[in-house]
């Protein structure tokens, strides 16, 4: 039956006011929406990701001042500290590593062959005027003689600044990581200076976890901050290990650096994340979670510091972030985000030379700076950069056989 002009414009109208505008709304507009488009509105800081505060792009610039020994495998360092601004310039702390071989695994370590490569380490720093050349100092925390905590190696650190003091904490291997698995608990150092003199507690200040619960092997990445009114430390643990392992974030809080530090009756409060590093973000804290786990490559918010949202999905995230993070220590509850830091790239040439070098990276998560050119989203990398991760054996001769299987199945 033919219709009039008027009932097809009407029937246009009524069909367009059900229809999703052409101008994408900024707000959530008042009509039925699908799941993933009430996500877009209720998930993300914004429904483009140009104007999500909690988006961005990461840029790498190589480091100027560290030596690797041409890269033989025999220096590595990594894991770095947040970065800190004092004394008119940056500072950042680091596990660093300086062994007559690379590591040689579990079985072939002694007290002067390193099992992995945090293995007979121990926590040196470096200072810089610009965040880019950077001038190592040496030595911050040492191994201590055993049986301290920490005497076969001490590794990842984080810096804490309280009360006009500074604490540094810090893994504490008391076996070869690998013996039974990477086992470790954290201890504490503590100076009046980001220079030191650095004294060591020789206690465990955030102990593993009772048998069977999740952290009972591993208190692995330390990360302190200055978070309502408290102490927040946030901490990654391996477990699992069907072989496979599961890693995921903790956090313990205290009202004193030295401790007692309480664990979070929610732990794990993020279910992804290996190197994972946190920022005060407003009133809460915002976690890049990197690496490991089904909400891997993530950028998470947690309004409480502890109930953890996806805020945004990114690529490159630098791994083991340590952010100059201005406001780490201020007990703020307007954080500011974060715009650079340092990270590291492991097994930095090849396995038989395995070490780590710093890196840094550079952003726009931050809520006072606006660098669009951080802001896009339709990434594009070149053919070679795909063809780095091609297929390996195991993959193309399963291709084979099911292109065999094919053939003999149509001769
Ligand atoms: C890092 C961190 C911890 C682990 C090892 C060295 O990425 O998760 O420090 O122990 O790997």
């Known amino acids: 039956m033919a219709i009039s002009c008027t009932q097809r414009s009407e029937s246009k109208t009524t069909e367009s006011s059900r229809a999703f505008p052409f101008t994408l709304p900024k707000e ?81 370590s002694n007290d002067t062959i390193p099992s992995s490569d945090w293995d007979l380490a121990e926590i040196w720093y470096a200072t810089s005027e610009d965040g880019f050349t950077w001038e190592e100092q040496g030595v911050a925390v040492p191994r201590p003689p055993k049986p301290h ?60 976890g009772a048998a069977g619960e999740w952290d009972q092997y591993s208190i692995h990445d330390p990360h ?30 205290a009202e004193d650096p030295l401790g007692p530090f309480t664990k979070h009756p929610l732990n794990p409060v993020i279910n992804s994340g290996h190197e994972t590093s ?59 985000g974060i715009s650079w830091g340092l990270s590291h790239f492991t097994n930095a040439t090849s396995w038989d030379q395995n070490h780590a070098v710093l890196t840094r990276f550079d952003c726009d998560l931050s809520l006072d700076i606006d660098d669009y050119d951080m802001k896009h989203h339709n990434e594009y990398y070149k053919p070679e950069f795909y063809y780095q991760h091609s297929l390996n054996k195991k993959q193309k001769e399963r291709i084979e056989k099911a292109n065999q299987k094919l053939q003999s199945a149509t001769e």
């Open 278 to 336: 946190l920022f005060p973000f407003k009133e809460g804290m915002a976690a890049m979670v990197t690496r490991d786990g089904n909400e891997h490559h993530t950028i998470q918010y947690a309004k409480d510091g502890v109930n953890f949202e996806i805020a945004s999905i990114v690529t490159l995230l630098p791994t083991a972030a340590g952010s100059f993070i201005p406001d780490a220590f201020t007990n703020t509850d307007n954080g500011r």
């Open 149 to 208: 905590v920490g005497w076969r190696s001490v590794s990842t650190c984080d810096i804490l600044e309280w009360e006009g003091k500074y604490y540094l904490y810090y893994q504490g291997f008391m076996e070869a990581s690998g013996k039974r698995g990477d086992d470790c608990p954290v201890a504490v150092s503590y100076a009046d200076s980001p220079d030191g003199p650095w004294t060591p507690t020789h206690k465990v200040v955030i102990p593993n």
């Open 28 to 108: 959530k507009p008042d009509m039925p929406l699908s799941a993933a488009m009430e996500r877009n509105y209720s998930a993300y800081m914004a429904p483009r990701p140009e104007d999500n505060e909690l988006y961005s792009q990461f840029k790498y610039t190589e480091l100027k001042g560290f030596d690797y020994n041409n890269h033989d495998g025999t220096i590595s360092r990594r894991d770095p500290s947040k970065v800190i601004f004092a004394n008119g310039k940056y500072y950042v702390w680091y596990t660093y590593r300086n062994t007559p071989t690379p590591p040689q695994g579990a079985d072939n």
């Open 224 to 253: 302190p901050f200055v978070y309502r009114g408290k102490i927040y430390l946030y901490y990654k643990s391996d477990f699992d290990g069907d072989p496979r392992l599961v890693r995921m974030q903790g956090l313990a809080t």
